[in-house]
Structures are given as structure tokens and as C-alpha cells.
Nanobody
Framework: QVQLVESGGGLVQAGGSLRLSCAAS????????MGWYRQAPGKQRELVAA???????NYADSVKGRFTISRDNAKNTVYLQMSSLKPEDTAVYYC????????????????WGQGTQVTVSS
């Protein structure tokens, strides 16, 4: 069974920083695109940042210049470095993997973590 587990969320003051991690576990050969999404109360889930296996990145306009997504393919882990945090960044952050491959086949087409709460106080 392949799972994604997020860590690093918590409470931080505005202007501060947090680093989120998401580690995939199980029998994994490789993962295609990984990304971070967030959902705040009363709002739709939105893409925060995504990164392909080759390292191409995509960011929401609201976080450009403040957040950095990265990954370690050897560890099947994706990170989100968040700086200059704002109260508007408060949300549950979810990790996603669009395609997870085993040694010989596609294991999962769409995989989500359980989410981690990020709260930014003013």
C-alpha cells in the first residue's frame, strides 16, 4: 500500500517560515508530478505548487516569490518551503502525487495525503 504522509505544519506568526514535508511510502519505483494543495474554510481547494520529476515547477500567483517547492526523488519526498507567511496562507495543506509507479507498473493514478494544518497568526 502506497501512502503519502505530510509533516511540518503548525502555528506560525505572520512573516515567519515553515517547511512542509511529504514522504511517500510503500513499494515505489518513481513518482511523476507531486504537488501541494490547500483548502481554507469557505474556499475551494487550490493548487499551491507542483513539481515534475524532472524539476519543472508551477506556483499559484499568490505564493510566487514566497514559497519554494522541491523534491528528492531518491527519497520519494516533496517539500514546500514557505516564507513571508501571511494570515491568508492559513489552510489545510495536502500533498498529492498524480502517478505512482511500482517496479513494473502504475500503482496509483492519484494519491493524496491526509493534510496538515498551517495557521498563520497576525
Amino acid at each position: 500500500q502506497v501512502q503519502l504522509v505530510e509533516s511540518g505544519g503548525g502555528l506560525v506568526q505572520a512573516g515567519g517560515s515553515l517547511r512542509l514535508s511529504c514522504a511517500a511510502s510503500g513499494s515505489i519505483f518513481s513518482i511523476n508530478t507531486m504537488g501541494w494543495y490547500r483548502q481554507a474554510p469557505g474556499k475551494q481547494r487550490e493548487l499551491v505548487a507542483a513539481i515534475t520529476r524532472a524539476g519543472s515547477t508551477n506556483y499559484a500567483d499568490s505564493v510566487k516569490g514566497r514559497f519554494t517547492i522541491s523534491r528528492d526523488n531518491a527519497k520519494n519526498t516533496v517539500y514546500l518551503q514557505m516564507s513571508s507567511l501571511k494570515p491568508e496562507d492559513t489552510a489545510v495543506y495536502y500533498c498529492n502525487a498524480d502517478k505512482v509507479y511500482g517496479t513494473g507498473s502504475l500503482v496509483t493514478r492519484d494519491l493524496w495525503g491526509q493534510g496538515t494544518q498551517v495557521t498563520v497568526s497576525s
